[in-house]
């Protein structure tokens, strides 16, 4: 059972991911499940699904009973959902249908009971790299989302999954160690000068992480759930 009285964050599950046999969901149907009843919130940071496209009519096969567990925590504790790099096509069907916060922008600062929290995804922070960058603005012109979901969403799912099969295939360890030479602790290290900052909390690394910053709090990444649950509770 999770410790009670906290404030609990996931991130990296990749639901759905082609080569899934639905262990992944399992899991984190009993995490949900196991949530305390004096838990003070979640926070889902992003790519808790492998790929998400919201349409007007049409939701994405399979995830159901990940999708219940969601709703049923949203009902007695607040929920917000950070999109990440693979499911930043969430739109409003989160918020409409299972009562979840969509957080639209890279980040937010918030009061966690008296400590001052920037939580995000965290892929685009402090990211230099002229490919992921060039990534990055492609999958989030609202030019061409809108052309995607013009297209029938069996070609756009079927596309998705071949691309995701083909990033596992050439890249099966997603996780890269963070450290003080990484751009997320650049980022929260350059940030913290601006104003003060308790905690930093982000994904997207596939690597867990614990950084003393050196303009002041701590830097937390949370690991995917690859080898099992992984989840971090303040």
């Known amino acids: 059972m999770a410790e009670g009285g906290k404030y609990y964050f996931v991130c990296d599950l990749h639901l759905g ?17 196991g949530l305390p009843a004096d838990a003070k919130g979640l926070f889902l940071l992003g790519d808790i699904f492998d790929f998400w496209v919201d349409y007007h009519d049409v939701v994405p096969r399979g995830n159901v009973r990940a999708l219940a567990a969601i709703a049923a925590v949203a009902e007695r504790m607040p929920v917000w959902y950070f999109r990440g790099n693979h499911d930043w096509w969430i739109s409003d ?8 916060k969509i957080v639209q922008e890279p980040y937010v600062v918030v009061d966690l009971d008296g400590r001052q929290a920037c939580i995000g995804h965290g892929d685009t922070l402090g990211c230099r790299d002229a490919k992921s960058w060039m990534v990055f603005h ?24 071949r691309w995701s099969a083909y990033s596992k295939k050439h890249h099966p360890d997603r996780a890269i160690t963070v450290d003080r030479e990484s751009g997320i602790y650049r980022f929260a290290n350059e940030f913290g000068k601006t104003r003060p900052i308790d905690l930093y909390i982000f994904g997207h690394w596939h690597s867990p992480a ?7 709090g701590e830097l937390y990444v949370i690991g995917d759930w690859s080898q099992g649950v992984n989840y971090l509770a303040i």
Do not use: C, M, Q
């Open 17 to 33: 991911v082609p080569d899934s046999d639905g262990t992944r969901e399992r899991l984190f149907v009993d995490f949900l499940k």
């Open 93 to 100: 069907y989160f918020e409409k249908e299972l009562g979840v």
């Open 138 to 161: 492609i999958f989030r012109n609202k030019a061409l989302i809108a052309l995607l979901k013009a297209f029938h969403p069996r070609w756009v799912f079927a596309l998705a999954h």
């Open 210 to 216: 614990h950084l003393e910053v050196e303009s002041g």
